[in-house]
């Protein structure tokens, strides 16, 4: 359908919109362009369902946080006193203002900066200043937001009645994330990139590997067949495709000698939180991301010995992608600004032992992601000046692109539930 034919933003129709979306195309050009659809996806998908935030690495010590920006809603994810990880609405129960405004750091209590009423980092409010005789402290605490840690990984629903679907998501990726043991890593970088275009062409961008020909510094341990089935590899590609059944067939066989799970599962469209993990050999050396496929830290991560042991990589929806090393961990959280903005999040966790100029280099570490995110900011970028113009129509995606049609139909099938409620 000619994007001329449609309603001028402000009149959308979008659940008309969900309706006439064909499979097996990409979206209306309104689901990347509209302010009104964008509010609808933080209403409808960022504070309904459960969305990866952090890692426990980022707040590793009793008092540490980082602040989520969603829409209008802010969130701070704190390590109480008991150490346990807590998130709480970044808004003073006193006249509203906000509490914290820096992205990350670390507190005794939490000190609302306009009239300094302070909260113990699980919420309780401790002090007010000049209350008065009747006032209940304890009805005036932070209000809570739902959390999960998931081996490591921290997630939040900013719904009163969370989804209970991670927990049958956790039960089966944890056996698979859990030997990295998250949980005594470190931070060792982080990046935020802004990224010009709308947070679902960021996530089908990372769903489809069509385009990895233009991202050489990954092509160094990423087998150049990522993406294809069996039957679809080009010719030219099938030498490659060899080489990686075969450094496949050695991961797997270590695998099994370490009790390590590598077959894929995957579920993107479930109701709630569709996802897809599995275990697959790198190129090169398949030990790390980097230029030679060669480790990037010397401290192994969890109690590893072998530093082949390939990627874990999972994709969660909505706003999610992970891989796991032997040597390091790297994160992806995607968080909408606007309708053409979107924060990507990279970071890289390393044990937390690693000394930073002994065990590793941070510009060795970082050096595939950051120049590979740089290069997929720009097809982005590309993708929604296409979307923005009267000649836009759906185009067909291709066989090695059905995680981005799977990715398309979970997004269309949720608005819908949300539009209809």
Not at 26 to 32: D, I, M
Not at 228 to 237: C, F, T
Not at 248 to 265: K, S, W
Not at 295 to 301: E, F, G, T
Request: with cysteine; aromatic share 10%; charged share 25%.
């Amino acid at each position: 359908m000619d994007a001329r034919t449609l309603d001028p933003p402000h009149q959308l129709d979008i659940a008309a919109l969900a309706e006439r979306r064909e499979p097996g195309l990409s979206l209306e050009a309104p689901f990347y362009t509209s302010d009104e659809i964008y509010e609808a996806d933080i209403a409808g998908i960022f504070s309904k369902h459960w969305i990866f935030v952090a890692s426990e690495g980022e707040i590793p010590d009793a008092g540490d946080y980082v602040t989520i920006n969603l829409g209008t809603y802010s969130v701070i994810v704190v390590r109480d006193d008991d150490e346990e990880v807590r998130a709480l609405h970044n808004v003073c129960r006193h006249r509203g203002a906000r509490i914290l405004t820096d992205a990350q750091g670390s507190v005794g209590n939490l000190v609302c900066g306009y009239h300094h009423w302070a909260y113990a980092t699980d919420g309780r409010l401790r002090h007010a200043p000049t209350h008065g005789k009747d006032f209940d402290m304890t009805c005036f605490g932070l209000k809570h937001v739902a959390v999960q840690v998931v081996s490591g990984l921290i997630f939040i629903c900013l719904a009163d009645e969370p989804p209970e679907d991670l927990a049958r998501v956790a039960d089966i990726v944890s056996p698979y994330i859990a030997p990295h043991e998250l949980g005594k890593t470190k931070v060792a970088a982080q990046v935020d990139l802004v990224e010009e275009g709308n947070w679902k062409l960021v996530m089908e961008n990372n769903r489809e590997c069509y385009h990895c020909d233009g991202h050489p510094e990954l092509a160094c341990s990423l087998f150049p067949t990522f993406g294809y089935g069996s039957s679809d590899i080009p010719p030219h590609l099938q030498p490659a495709h060899d080489r990686y059944l075969l450094a496949q067939t050695e991961l797997e066989a270590r695998c099994d000698e370490l009790g390590l799970p590598y077959v894929a599962v995957e579920d993107l469209t479930s109701r709630d939180s569709g996802f897809r993990i599995q275990r697959e050999a790198l190129d090169g050396a398949g030990e790390s991301f980097s230029e030679t496929g060669e480790s990037v830290s010397n401290v192994l991560l969890g109690d590893f010995e072998h530093r082949r042991l390939g990627r874990l990589s999972l994709h969660l929806q909505p706003n999610a992608w992970f891989h796991f090393l032997s040597d390091h961990a790297v994160t992806f959280a995607v968080l909408p600004l606007s309708s053409g903005r979107t924060l990507v999040r990279t970071t890289w966790l390393v044990h937390e032992d690693a000394e930073e100029g002994v065990d590793y280099d941070p510009e060795a570490l970082t050096k595939v992601w950051r120049e590979t995110n740089a290069q997929d900011a720009a097809f982005v970028a590309r993708a929604q000046l296409g979307a923005t113009s009267p000649a836009y129509e759906p185009g067909p995606y291709m066989p090695s692109e059905y995680q981005v049609e799977a990715f398309c139909t979970w997004y269309i099938a949720r608005m819908q539930e949300h539009l209809s409620s």
